[in-house]
């Protein structure tokens, strides 16, 4: 996981398709549904990893311990997809 706070990358197409969203990637689009959609829209810059990590928890009234995990991987996994980037503590 990288330092800072993940952020959206800019110039990525996204479109709302049935209420979920389709990333636009360069060969492929990837469709963000739920828990995806929800890590995918909270990486604004400004929310902490923890913090997204709570808004999962509390959306799907889990424990933070049991979302971190994948919020963590689901995190990297954007970033080497080059959909999140990361940028300095705000």
């Not at 959206?8 to 990333?23: E, I, K």
């Not at 636009?24 to 959609?37: I, R, Y």
């Not at 311990?65 to 997809?81: A, C, G, K, N, P």
């Amino acid at each position: 996981m990288s330092t800072g706070v993940p952020r959206r990358t800019l110039g990525v197409r996204v479109r709302r398709v049935d209420g979920n969203l389709v990333v636009g990637l360069e060969s492929e689009a990837l469709e963000l549904t739920d828990a995806a959609k929800l890590i995918y829209e909270s990486a604004n810059g400004r929310n902490r990893v923890d913090d997204i990590v709570g808004i999962v928890a509390d959306t799907y009234e889990a424990e933070p311990t049991e979302v971190s995990d994948d919020v963590h991987e689901f995190l990297d996994e954007l970033t080497d997809r080059g959909v999140v980037e990361w940028v300095p503590l705000p």
